[in-house]
């Protein structure tokens, strides 16, 4: 995304009670603009939100997650937020690294990643909004039908392990608890003794352990690192129906995401290879599903009395 002339950004820094010529120095950012800007009182992170952005993220919702993770110390301190835009002042998290995946290979990191995790889930007010899974694969399925989108011959049987996951964790309902739902590595910032948890364009009410599973996936962890993260979040070993239940997710954050790369590939959207990310996706989702293991993480969620 391309920087906003100077202009814009000292209009962005009059309306959240900063001075127009405050230092600033860009920093990454997928589709907002994000500056860290330094002040009398220290150095914060404007964010400008990306421009459309608010046709598909409900600012307002952001806002009461953004506030409700920060008063409990899992979120950087909201100091600003104008829920019309999503126009956002934090608090910059000093001596903090952001997170990658070659960051995670350290698996101090991986066990802050659960404590955070943990912390979210247990200690933050409900969000305003639920995070809708089926729903939204529905959706997308639909919009691809509808436009005739020819997909990957096997995908009939991915699709098919789909549903049977789905129903699968229906029948076995776990309590919703305030989740990111979109844990990308880059929004966990890691200053060597404890992890925070930024970004909530996407929070709502959800499953505990599809934070879990989205993170392994976006982390590419191995075994080693989903033992660490499990062991971490629990506080003990985790019984079969949890390490079960993530294995689920970790499948289904795959479907999720292939299925949103080939729409953005069906609108014609142009910023990416839409229809190579959507196959990626879906090639690691159907080298998980089709093998025996995961029939038995299936089964073991269905388990009686195999809850944590």
Not at 134 to 141: D, G, I
Not at 220 to 225: D, K, L, T, V
Not at 278 to 301: K, N, P, S, W
Request: hydrophobic share 40%.
């Amino acid at each position: 995304m391309d920087a906003m002339s100077d202009a814009d950004v000292s209009a962005a820094l009059v309306r959240v009670g900063l001075p127009a010529d405050s230092p600033v120095r860009r920093l990454a950012g997928l589709t907002n603009l994000n500056y860290l800007v330094d002040t009398p009182d220290g150095r914060v992170v404007l964010r400008i939100p990306g421009e459309g952005t608010s046709v598909y993220i409900d600012r307002r919702s952001e806002e009461i997650a953004a506030r409700a993770t920060a008063a409990v110390g899992v979120n950087a301190e909201v100091l600003h937020f104008d829920a019309t835009d999503g126009l956002m002042v934090t608090r910059f998290v000093e001596g903090a690294t952001t997170m990658t995946p070659d960051g995670f290979r350290d698996l101090g990191s991986v066990a802050r990643a659960g404590e955070v995790l943990r912390r979210l889930h247990t200690t933050s007010d409900r969000f305003a909004v639920d995070f809708q899974l089926f729903p939204q694969l529905a959706t997308f399925n639909t919009i691809l039908a509808e436009k005739g989108t020819r997909l990957p011959d096997e995908w009939a049987e991915v699709e098919a392990l789909a549903q049977r996951t789905e129903d699968v964790l229906l029948a076995s309902p776990r309590a919703t608890v305030p989740s990111h739902c979109d844990p990308l590595c880059e929004n966990f910032l890691d200053t060597g003794t404890r992890m925070y948890l930024i970004d909530y364009e996407y929070g709502g009410n959800n499953d505990p352990m599809w934070d879990l599973g989205d993170l392994s996936v976006e982390g590419s962890f191995g075994p080693e690192q989903d033992a660490l993260l499990l062991r971490s979040y629990f506080g003990h070993e985790p019984t079969a129906h949890d390490v079960g239940r993530m294995t689920a997710y970790k499948a289904l954050c795959d479907v999720l995401w292939s299925l949103w790369g080939w729409v953005q590939f069906a609108k014609g959207n142009p910023v990416d290879d839409f229809w190579a990310y959507g196959l990626a996706r879906f090639r690691r989702c159907a080298d998980l599903m089709v093998t025996a293991a995961y029939q038995e993480h299936l089964a073991a969620i269905s388990a009686p009395g195999s809850e944590s």
